[in-house]
Structures are given as structure tokens and as C-alpha cells.
């Protein structure tokens, strides 16, 4: 049976923390890749190998104190809780899954605040971000209903 939830480009909202932060995220996305580890144990290896899952987003820059860019200045390496609602919505359901799960807040590599001229006045600096997701993600993460 095709999918009948197909994904688009307009809707999605990010919660961190408590926080809504969907009007300064241009870019949100789940990624996840082979892992790393030293040790890997024989079901991990079975299942075709262990996955390191990361949470990867663009933001406008802004540095007001109630902004995401501020948050992650004040709060690196603490892990908060996110919401991602592909679908947008404030309520999970079946044909509006949330996907929930714990990030360590981390500063950029790279630029962080600045960048290079533009003459649009409707240009905006922004910045990209990787959080690692330490629990990963997996069918639990996905939730259908505000108590599942």
C-alpha cells in the first residue's frame, strides 16, 4: 500500500525545550549514520550495525534573548526535549504524527554570528547546527496521540 502522509515543505514546527521555534528554523532534518563505536555488540551487528542520529537544522540569526541562537549560546550541552510536527499541528494523531526525543544542545562549527553583505533588506544572516539525538531515534519516538 503507498503512503498516504507524503510529506511537504510548508508545515512542519519544532518545539525545544518548550519552546516554539518554527518562524526562526528554515531548514529542519533527522539524519542518522553508521556509528562510530568501538564496540558493537553482536544484535547491534545482527541488525545491520548501530546508527548515530542527529538533528541537523538552519535558523535565521537573532540575537534577542528569547531567540534559538541565544538559547544555544546559554544552554550548550544541556539535552532538552524537542517536538518535530512534520505535519504542523500542537496535537499528535494518526494522520498527524509527532516525532519526540531528546537533543544535546551544541554551538556550530564554523560561522556563527555574521556573514556576507546582501543588498536585500529582506536577507537574513543564518547559521546551521547539528545536535546529537544520544537515545536515538526509533518507533517509540513517533507519536499518534498526546499520551502514545
Not at 13 to 23: C, K, L, R, S, V
Not at 119 to 131: G, I, N
Request: overall charge negative; charged content about 15%; proline content about 5%.
Amino acid at each position: 500500500m503507498a503512503g498516504t502522509l507524503p510529506l511537504g515543505t510548508r508545515l512542519m514546527t519544532i518545539e525545544i525545550d518548550g519552546d516554539a521555534f518554527t518562524a526562526e528554523i528554515s531548514s529542519a532534518k533527522l539524519s542518522a549514520a553508521d556509528s562510530d563505536s568501538d564496540f558493537v555488540t553482536f544484535a547491534a551487528a545482527a541488525a545491520g550495525g548501530s546508527k548515530d542520529w542527529t538533528l541537523q537544522f538552519t535558523a535565521g540569526q537573532d540575537l534577542s534573548s528569547e531567540s534559538l541562537q541565544m538559547k544555544i549560546i546559554s544552554a550548550a550541552g544541556t539535552t532538552v526535549p524537542v517536538v518535530l510536527a512534520p505535519y504542523g499541528g500542537a496535537t499528535a494523531s494518526p494522520t498527524n504524527p509527532q516525532i519526540e526525543f531528546d537533543a544535546v544542545i551544541a554551538a556550530p562549527d564554523g560561522d556563527f554570528i555574521g556573514g556576507d553583505a546582501n543588498a536585500s533588506a529582506k536577507s537574513r544572516q543564518t547559521f546551521s547546527a547539528s545536535w546529537e539525538i544520544p537515545d536515538g531515534i526509533g518507533p517509540s519516538n513517533f507519536k499518534t496521540s498526546s499520551g502514545s
